[in-house]
Nanobody, 119 residues
């Protein structure tokens, strides 16, 4: 069972930056693709960014492309989401998720961290 714990959320003004971290509980992290998702009030959860197990391939939603950067450190079992040029519409609870190679789907989710961007 992989446990994921997000941190780094908070309140920031529009145009500011935050870096989210997601620490995984076990070494299978290094063989899992990782993703960041977000859910704004009254909206469905949506994909934001993902990274392959090696870190060599990244994917972004159009809404965050050019502003957010996903990265990972397999030695630390941690994935990051650097968020720059934040906008009020980025306000949401951000979740990290793990997609093991063995299953091919996001089986494990963190509890989420709140990001609030004020205008």
């Amino acid at each position: 069972q992989v446990q994921l714990v997000e941190s780094g959320g908070g309140l920031v003004q529009a145009g500011g930056s935050l870096r989210l971290s997601c620490a995984a509980s076990e070494r299978t992290f290094s063989s899992s693709a990782m993703g960041w998702f977000r859910q704004a009030p009254g909206k469905e959860r949506e994909f934001a960014a993902a990274i392959s197990w090696s870190g060599g391939t990244t994917y972004y939603a159009d809404s965050v492309k050019g502003r957010f950067t996903i990265s990972r450190d397999n030695a630390k079992n941690t994935v990051y989401l650097q968020m720059n040029s934040l906008k009020p519409e980025d306000t949401a609870v951000y979740y990290c998720a793990a997609k093991p190679i063995s299953s091919g789907k996001y089986d494990y989710w963190g509890q989420g961290t709140q990001v609030t961007v004020s205008s």
